[in-house]
Nanobody, 121 residues
Framework: QVQLVESGGGLVQAGGSLRLSCAAS????????MGWYRQAPGKQRELVAH???????TYADSVKGRFTISRDNANNTVYLQMNSLQPEDTAVYFC???????????????WGKGTLVTVSS
């Protein structure tokens, strides 16, 4: 199996910063795209940022200019640097990755259990 473990969430005041990390572990031969999603209370899960295996990022309009996604392929880790946080950024943040457990098999989708980010006004 493939496990994704997020860390770095917490409580921060508006205007502050947090850095989320997500490390992939388990049995796999390759990781493709990785990304961060979030789900606020009563809302659907939404894409925050996505990064390809060669490091090309895309962002939701709501976080452009404030959040930066990056990855360390050697350590199978993806990061989300969040600056200028606002109360509307409050949500559970989930890590997502496409991983191939064996060569010549399709990439499968994996999710972490989430980390809570709370931004106070």
């Amino acid at each position: 199996q493939v496990q994704l473990v997020e860390s770095g969430g917490g409580l921060v005041q508006a205007g502050g910063s947090l850095r989320l990390s997500c490390a992939a572990s388990g049995r796999f031969v390759s990781i493709n795209d990785m990304g961060w999603y979030r789900q606020a209370p009563g809302k659907q899960r939404e894409l925050v940022a996505h990064i390809t295996s060669i490091g090309q990022p895309t962002y939701a309009d709501s976080v452009k200019g404030r959040f930066t996604i990056s990855r360390d392929n050697a350590n199978n880790t993806v990061y989300l640097q969040m600056n200028s946080l606002q109360p509307e950024d409050t949500a559970v943040y989930f890590c997502n990755a496409g991983a191939r457990r064996f060569w010549l098999t399709p990439y499968e989708d994996y999710w972490g259990k989430g980390t809570l980010v709370t931004v106070s006004s």
